[in-house]
């Protein structure tokens, strides 16, 4: 199915993603924006329990402060929200959320890329190194991406590695993301080369989340680069289960967000509709 993001602009492309058992949801997030793009990111946070408070603090790349705005959900409620591709966001909800980064058409920007989702990583589920890979069809030249967050207790780029260059090698740009004024992650968004990726942190006690993704013309790839799952807290101790959303409890499911009477498949097909 060929999805269109937002609604009627082109160009359209499949969207899916494995979305992890509601107790591996987490509450803190951190957003960067798409590289290359020139007017916004999408993203969908989707409730795991009644009466959700979501706030949303962002932060331009020149360091002043963009958009800030709180909202409350329901059990399986959603709301999607355009962040300017200039802004850096935290995302924060008082109980356990899932937060999907959607790339907009072609058409709405002008920029070489297409549609893709992918799930945003919480803080809390970051890890310590990842071996990524990019994409390549033998056909399309791809350019590549990545999107780093950094918590600000392990920000030591020069005991980050990507590959064997440490970031400050690599004379990473970072943007602080705020939480009332103080940083809490700095994230940056750096252009790699095609093949396989490695990237970790010296310090094994250290975590930091990554987005891997690349865009073509009129096609596009993206994907969170791994994250742990570790079970924060229960929110239904007598199922462990999201009502509405999950068709079985304790597995990976997906979403389609087109069909009736709060029934999802494995897939996607965007925009929700319940």
Known sequence: ???????????????VEQIPPVQNWGKRFATVPLKTRQAYDRFKIVAGENYTTVQIECTRNDGQSGNSTSFILQEGGFKDIDIPSTDYCWIEGDKRIILLQFSVGQEVDGVLSDPFMAMIPPVEQYSNGYTLATVSDGVQNYTHFMNLYIPKDFFQPSKIFLNDQSLEELNVTFTAIQRLGVSEVFGAQIEISGGVITLRHVNKSASIGVLVYGFSNFNSYGYSGGLKLKTLSVIKEETGCLNYIFTS??????????????????????????
């Open 249 to 274: 409890c304790m597995h990976l499911v997906g979403f389609n967000w087109n069909l009736p009477q709060n029934r999802f498949q494995f897939y996607i097909q965007y925009p929700m509709q319940i």
């Open 1 to 15: 199915q060929c999805s269109n993001v937002p609604p009627d602009t082109g160009y359209c492309d499949h969207l």
